[in-house]
């Protein structure tokens, strides 16, 4: 039995974030499936034993549970001693993007990928308003990578793992990532780190 354990599954941005963590950590983990499409996350069950509210991803490590990506992401940062902080100042720089990631970033291209390439909602007034504040979003990260190589300076931390969780979905992202040169080439960075895997070949998916 694996030291770690990520209930996820692979179409999730949110899950891919810690996953992509123990992978680079070289941490001793397992992928649970979450069968989200077929509704698991809603039942009692889940609720009560995996997480309350109702979401994934959350990992396991001994008789700790941990969900909500960005808490994941630190706790793993606090354990295997990589990928975090070195002083007060990052912690804060670090926290700093996390909470962007999470509010604007991720909040608009998670849910504007969800209804046109998983829902196909079409297009609608929400997908427009989602795709404008996902776009605006991208570009305040592209201006911020065109003077360094990752988030915080001049290697990856947490803050990388979490803002890069939805871009490597290739076709399923609703807009031309390839209008931001300076995220493209820090994804091709992150890529290029040992172990890195697709989200798919990381995490199982729906059948």
């Known amino acids: 039995m694996a030291e770690f354990t990520l209930y996820c599954f692979g179409e999730s941005g949110n899950s891919y974030k810690p996953?992509?963590?123990l992978q680079f950590t070289g941490l001793d983990w397992?992928?649970?499936f979450v069968d989200f499409f077929?509704?698991?996350?809603?039942?009692p069950a889940y609720r009560e034993m995996i997480n309350e509210m109702g979401e994934a991803p959350v990992l396991i490590h001994g008789d700790r549970k941990f969900s909500q990506s960005?808490?994941?992401l630190d706790y793993l940062a606090e354990?295997?001693?990589k990928f975090g902080h070195t002083n007060d100042e990052e912690r804060r720089e670090i926290l700093r993007w996390m909470l962007f990631d999470n509010h604007k970033f991720t909040g608009s291209i998670a849910s504007l990928r969800f209804l046109i390439s998983i829902a196909k909602t079409g297009e609608?007034?929400?997908t427009d308003w989602l795709r404008k504040r996902a776009l605006g979003a991208l570009a305040v990260v592209d201006g911020h990578l065109a003077n360094n190589s990752f988030i915080i300076g001049k290697?990856?931390?947490i803050a990388d793992f979490s803002l890069c969780g939805y871009l490597y979905y290739g076709e399923e992202l609703p807009f031309d990532l390839n209008q931001f040169k300076h995220v493209q080439k820090w994804l091709d960075t992150i890529r290029n780190l040992e172990g890195w895997k697709h989200p798919y070949n990381l995490m199982?998916?729906?059948r």
Do not use: C, D, H, Y
Request: charged share 20%; net charge positive.
């Open 70 to 72: 960005g808490v994941i």
């Open 30 to 32: 397992q992928a649970k």
């Open 155 to 157: 290697r990856p931390t």
């Open 38 to 43: 077929n509704g698991e996350t809603r039942t």
């Open 79 to 81: 354990v295997s001693g």
């Open 204 to 206: 199982p998916r729906k």
């Open 124 to 126: 609608t007034a929400t």
């Open 19 to 21: 996953a992509l963590m």
